[in-house]
């Protein structure tokens, strides 16, 4: 069954340190996204890729780095986290651009900097 | 710039009843529609998507958006809510059916027995 996963689900980081969250899709999308969600806001997009090997900032990218090194997996990562970047981080796929919008979401992984 | 107005942050209804969560969005052109899902500790999930033609959609469970470009609205409906409705509901809006989709702040919906 097709489906995007993530990891971890749930994360405790210290300020300053480093975290890597992971997201796998098996939907065979060309596109993948980063978003973070926070009560009031909805969802802001952090970065996007078109397809491997390429990384586009999103609305909120400071702070915040993509990899993308396969079709299947994306990643963000924190190099320097702070309390504000606690949140839950949720991660999609999708094939715009081919006359189809919607996205397909991850679990979410719930970020807590301490 | 696009933009997605859901004027409710929560609605309480009772199992049985009819329910309208409401959905304004601002673009200069018809944008992508879209109503997600999300269930406690969960992601999004799909409801239903409008890219042209007839105005009302149905989606799944028996929930169904109709479209207004007068209004410039997209409202999600339903005859009969159940408890397993209850979960946060969310507008959102792709202007070219590119990569970029921007989502409305969600309404939260309890549905009460």
């Known amino acids: 069954e097709a489906a995007v996963t993530q990891s971890p689900r749930n994360k405790v980081a210290v300020t300053g340190g480093k975290v890597t969250l992971s997201c796998n899709q098996t939907?065979?999308?060309?596109?993948m996204y980063w978003y973070r969600q926070d009560t009031g806001h909805g969802l802001r997009l952090i970065h996007y890729?078109?397809?491997?090997?390429?990384?586009e900032k999103g609305d909120i990218p400071d702070g915040y780095k993509a990899s993308r090194p396969s079709q299947e997996n994306f990643s963000l990562i924190l190099e320097l986290a702070t309390p504000s970047q606690t949140s839950v981080y949720f991660c999609?796929?999708?094939?715009?651009?081919?006359?189809?919008?919607?996205?397909?979401f991850g679990p979410g992984t719930r970020l807590t900097v301490l | 710039a696009q933009s997605v107005t859901q004027p409710d942050a929560r609605v309480t209804v009772s199992e049985g009843a009819s329910l309208q969560l409401r959905c304004k969005y601002s673009?200069?052109?018809?944008?992508?529609l879209f109503w997600y899902v999300q269930y406690p500790r969960q992601g999004l999930q799909l409801l239903l998507k409008?890219?042209?033609?007839?105005?009302v959609v149905q989606g799944v469970n028996s929930f169904e958006a109709e479209f207004s470009k007068s209004n410039s609205s997209f409202h999600l409906q339903k005859a009969s809510v159940h408890w397993s409705d209850s979960a946060v509901y969310f507008c959102?809006?792709?202007?070219?059916?590119?990569?970029?989709?921007?989502f409305g702040s969600g309404t939260r919906l309890l549905v009460s027995p």
């Open positions: 999609a796929s999708g094939d715009a651009g081919q006359g189809r919008a919607e996205q397909f």
């Open positions: 939907n065979n999308h060309n596109n």
């Open positions: 890729s078109y397809g491997a090997g390429s990384t």
């Open positions: 673009y200069s052109a018809t944008p992508y």
């Open positions: 409008y890219y042209s033609g007839d105005p």
């Open positions: 959102a809006l792709s202007p070219t059916g590119g990569y970029k989709v921007v």
